[in-house]
């Protein structure tokens, strides 16, 4: 009898742990039998790029140059990419980022953890189609954009607004033209004082 007194503890436990994993899941409520293998946390959409400052890839050095994410736009939207020379899918996502640099969107690329020697001989052998490149040798911005791993792409608007999101590698077309649409769609008017 005393055996089974020992053993109700960890039974309990169990049984809270499981409770807990399956009924309360994430923050947006949907919960882990809920959630598709599809699911990407897009918590930045709707928010401001951070203001994560970072070295310039200068050739294949980080630097001198320093550029905080929020400004490298320069007030004009843009697609953030978030790659790295070692990933396989950003090698695979690489032409289609060609073909956004020919229509004359600007994408802005982070070297997400990556060596800016490799970084640059993946440019130079792919192509390289970003208005700029910042290096994020430790993932500072990584962290501060929420990523869960290259490739990511954030739609900016001018405004410096995170629009939309895809995590993974750009492929499908429906949505790189999802992305281009967010950042070229009119802001929304100001709200106006109404008259009594």
């Not at 956004?100 to 792919?126: C, I, N, Q």
Request: proline share 9%.
């Amino acid at each position: 009898m005393n055996r089974w007194f020992a053993i109700i503890p960890l039974v309990a436990l169990v049984a809270l742990v499981v409770f807990a994993a399956v009924r309360l899941g994430d923050f947006s409520g949907r919960s882990l039998a809920q959630r598709g293998s599809e699911y990407r946390p897009e918590a930045l959409v709707g928010q401001p790029v951070p203001e994560t400052v970072l070295p310039m890839l200068t050739g294949s050095t980080a630097g001198p140059g320093v550029l905080d994410l929020k400004t490298a736009g320069v007030g004009k939207p843009m697609l953030i990419n978030v790659f790295a020379s070692w990933c396989a899918p950003c090698r695979i996502e690489h032409p289609q980022l060609m073909a956004l640099e020919e229509r004359g969107v600007a994408v802005v690329g982070v070297a997400w953890k990556d060596d800016p020697v490799a970084t640059r001989a993946f440019l130079d052998e792919l192509g390289d189609p970003y208005s700029m490149v910042l290096v994020d040798r430790e993932g500072r911005a990584g962290l501060d954009l929420g990523i869960t791993g290259a490739p990511e792409t954030f739609a900016v608007d001018a405004m410096g607004r995170v629009v939309a999101k895809v995590s993974g590698p750009l492929t499908d077309a429906a949505e790189i033209d999802r992305l281009v649409d967010a950042i070229q769609a009119p802001p929304r008017p100001l709200p106006t004082a109404t008259t009594r």
